[in-house]
């Protein structure tokens, strides 16, 4: 028994030994700020955006015609708001709607750089529009807020970039590699006629960019339990995205008499069914760059479980959502509280994580709810991203640029589990990121794509003063 104990505690005093080496070999792998001339902040900024949101360009549904005025009229006031930007960029107009600008370099030989954002913004719930401060269109500027649909997604980036260029040309810049700045009309409906025809366009063309940089990177403000850091997330890759239809058809009946294999209780069955098999937890790329950028920053012991993924991995890669997700979303059946219907259908989305397929889903729910349902595919959807690297020098530019105007920030690259338009530019660029420096608070998450929908005026100045520092940073 004393040899057994004995060799228990030197297990154990190895185990101990290896969780603490680990952990001490987690460093920071933060780059150093650089000091950054302040930039002459716009005047006219605020009313700007505001006015932008007052265009309606709202993307409804795949099947809905975009609506003429609308676009047609922000376009104008995009060339009435920035002259000189319109003089010296080239336009083209992609599939009527999106918005191609060419910024010629000086030097030919440097691969160019796409800066991404998009027009088109989703609807507002009509019952909701007596919880908003103001209304969704209106472009309210308060003491301290821009109120709107778009002012978080994605108008704030698009109208920044415009500033930012605008400025830049006031001060006579004129850039050593070319810029091409991008902006989709439908990215809300998953971008098949906007981004994805303008990076068509740009490969027709032979265009090998350096970086291709889109929405879905942020500052988080508080959204990390115990961590008191503002956290730059820079998104390497997105999940996939797929919605499966179930469909039950039987031959119905009375409900006075209901069969076994009732239409509807088919359906929840196989519900519930796929709820209570989700797809595995896996630590995949870019998750583990997660674990060695956020792990580095955390006290000890939370610092501990990043630094021993081996041991403590699956605590985090639930808290970080690192598996491909399953919501029910729509259902549909039913046509008399009497009747037993002959077709019930249910709609559920599946975020798809890196290593797994859009087909690969449709065989899990396959397998999940049998031979007896129907399963089809509902609409859009894309398997995962390939995942950008973070050993370039358009991302060290991209982190220079962060650390540079945050130095309060941990920049850390990650995966994203919505869609953005930046998945078609991989065969254009190098690298594909997501970001631009929309602060997120637990409280205003729910503003995105939600009501009363705002951004700060700071935290607005805070976007134009990013993507003017990034450009210059990448024509030094």
């Known amino acids: 028994m004393k040899k057994f104990l004995l060799g228990l505690l030197a297990i154990v005093l190895v185990l101990v030994a290896i969780l603490v080496a680990n952990t001490m070999s987690l460093t920071s792998q933060q780059v150093e700020p650089d000091n950054l001339e302040p930039m002459d902040f716009p005047a006219n900024a605020f009313q700007n955006l505001s006015k932008a949101i007052q265009y309606k360009t709202i993307s409804f549904s795949e099947d809905a015609i975009p609506d003429s005025t609308a676009f047609n009229g922000f376009h104008r006031f995009l060339a009435e708001t920035y002259p000189l930007l319109h003089e010296n960029l080239s336009l083209e107009k992609i599939s009527e709607y999106s918005l191609l600008y060419t910024w010629k370099g000086k030097d030919s030989s440097k691969k160019p750089i796409i800066l991404m954002s998009h027009q088109d913004v989703v609807p507002v719930d009509q019952p909701t529009l007596a919880d ?105 890759a997105e999940k996939g995205y797929a919605s499966y239809n179930l469909i039950v058809e039987t031959k119905g009946g009375h409900s006075s008499a209901p069969p076994e294999d009732n239409t509807i209780g088919m359906l929840a069955q196989a519900i519930v069914d796929l709820e209570n098999n989700q797809r595995p937890y896996n630590l995949v790329k870019p998750l583990d760059y997660q674990f060695e950028y956020m792990g580095a920053e955390m006290p000890f012991f939370k610092k501990m479980a990043f630094a021993n993924p081996w041991l403590f ?23 008399k509280d009497n009747v037993i219907p002959t077709l019930a259908k249910a709609t559920i989305n599946f975020r798809i994580l890196p290593g797994e397929t859009v087909e690969s889903v449709k065989a899990h729910i396959q397998e999940t709810v049998g031979e007896k349902l129907k399963v089809e595919l509902a609409g859009f959807a894309t398997d995962p991203s390939p995942v950008s690297g973070i050993e370039s020098d358009a991302f060290l530019n991209l982190e220079k640029t962060i650390r540079s105007i945050y130095p309060e920030a941990v920049v850390v690259p990650g995966l994203i589990g919505g869609g953005t338009d930046a998945r078609y530019f991989y065969d254009v660029a190098d690298d594909v990121y997501r970001f631009y420096p929309i602060r997120i608070y637990p409280e205003s998450f729910t503003r995105v794509h939600g009501i009363d929908e705002k951004i700060s005026k700071e935290n607005y100045k805070e976007i134009v003063e990013f993507t003017y520092h990034l450009i210059k940073r990448f024509n030094k």
């Open 313 to 335: 991995k699956a605590p985090v890669l639930k808290a970080l959502n690192a598996h491909t997700t399953t919501a029910p979303t729509i259902i549909e059946g039913g046509v």
């Open 132 to 236: 908003w401060e103001a209304g969704p269109f209106d472009g309210v500027i308060t003491e301290t807020d821009i109120i709107g649909r778009g002012t978080l997604d994605d108008k704030s980036s698009l109208m920044a970039l415009m500033e930012s260029v605008e400025q830049l040309l006031k001060e006579d810049f004129q850039p050593s590699q070319t810029i091409y700045l991008a902006f989709g009309h439908d990215e809300e409906l998953g971008g098949s006629n906007g981004a994805k025809e303008i990076a068509s366009y740009l490969k027709s063309k032979g265009v090998e960019a350096a970086m291709a940089l889109d929405e879905g990177g942020f500052l988080a403000e508080n959204m990390v339990p115990d961590f008191d850091k503002t956290v730059a997330m820079v998104n390497l």
